[in-house]
């Protein structure tokens, strides 16, 4: 003996159903906008922190030149030995 749901429940609780569907659809949309919203200003805060580090170690890396470059090529050529090293292994 299957009775349709609507005639069951009420043509009320069908629409009881359907909004509450639709709010949880629109709380979880709500929420990942949110979440979206905001990785996106921690992405923008990052950029902005590693732009600052590039820029300090430029400028370290340039004062480094002019002041000992022996000393520079000698340090680029032990990182670019090290950095061979692992990338072989």
């Not at 009881?16 to 805060?45: C, E, F, I, P």
């Not at 090529?73 to 670019?80: D, K, P, S, T």
């Amino acid at each position: 003996m299957a009775t349709s749901s609507a005639s069951q429940y009420g043509s009320g609780s069908v629409e009881d159903l359907k909004s509450k569907a639709k709010q949880a659809y629109d709380d979880a949309s709500d929420r990942a906008q949110d979440m979206a919203s905001r990785a996106q200003d921690m992405a923008g805060q990052a950029r902005e922190q590693v732009g600052e580090v590039a820029g300090n170690v430029k400028g370290a890396i340039d004062k480094s030149v002019k002041d000992q470059p022996f000393t520079t090529l000698l340090m680029a050529a032990a990182v670019g030995f090290v950095v061979g090293a692992l990338w072989k292994s």
